[in-house]
């Protein structure tokens, strides 16, 4: 809602341009907010599953490998299931996911205010469209996906959309990618600690490297801290 308002006082002042500090966090702390609420939080966080999740699947098509399914679960949690040749393919497919979120988030955040950052929305519109198409196949899944294009679609549609909204509407789907998944390895972290069967992605890598979980889930901590800090530099000149 607060970001509906200063969307409305904005438009009442001559448009949109760059976001600013003020927008920045209203943004944060609302996205903050959200993620916390049970049901609401979930579709947000999806789109962060939804990334993850493709991050995995195209590594595996690169490294010669195959995809058999994607779930997008009703607890914003996901899984991809590939079938890849070699330790060292698998490795990769594995360090995919949390590594291309926090990589992801910094190039949405790079696109504000560059010409071509409409084109973003073309490709969440064709990664939701291959998603369907070839891999997801649960009900939550499907759904969210269909209205995660439709959304998308109807920017790409509606007169001026993306020239007034795109780098407000980039900033926030950056923040949210980018927090999700500094969150989701803080919880893996936590996992393999105290419950190392459950830290998927980190077992899967400790299974073929024989180094404790505890490493890697510490590694893509460490990864989305930095990129984080990256995506700071980034955005201080939108913030002083």
């Known amino acids: ?26 943004a944060l702390i609302s996205i903050l907010l959200l993620i916390r609420i049970k049901n609401i939080g979930i579709v947000f966080r999806s789109v962060n599953t939804l990334i993850h999740e493709l991050s995995h699947a195209f590594v595996a098509i690169l ?6 399914e994607i779930k997008l679960n009703d607890n914003a949690s996901g ?23 926090a990589i992801f988030s910094y190039l949405l955040f790079y696109s504000i205010g560059r010409e071509w950052n409409q084109y973003i929305f073309y490709f969440f519109l064709i990664i939701s469209i291959i998603a369907l198409v070839f891999w997801i196949r649960n009900l939550y899944g499907i759904i969210w996906t269909l209205i995660f294009a439709s959304i998308n679609l109807s920017l790409i549609l509606i007169p001026n959309a993306i020239t007034n909204y795109a780098n407000y509407i980039l900033l926030v789907f950056g923040l949210l990618i980018a927090i999700d998944n ?13 419950s190392p069967k459950k830290a998927s992605d980190a077992v899967n890598i400790a299974k073929k490297t024989h180094v404790p979980a505890f490493f890697w889930a510490l590694f893509f901590l460490a990864v989305s801290v930095f990129i984080g800090y990256k995506s700071y530099l980034l955005l201080l000149p939108l913030i002083k």
């Open 1 to 26: 809602m607060a970001l509906i308002c200063f969307a409305i006082k904005q438009k009442r002042r001559g448009g949109f341009g760059m976001p600013d500090k003020t927008f920045i966090i209203i």
């Open 63 to 68: 490294t010669g490998g195959e995809v058999l």
């Open 79 to 101: 899984s991809c299931t590939t079938k890849s040749k070699g330790k060292f393919k698998s490795f990769l497919v594995s360090s995919a996911g949390y590594i291309s979120s």
């Open 182 to 194: 500094f969150l989701a390895c803080i919880t893996l972290l936590n996992l393999s600690i105290f």
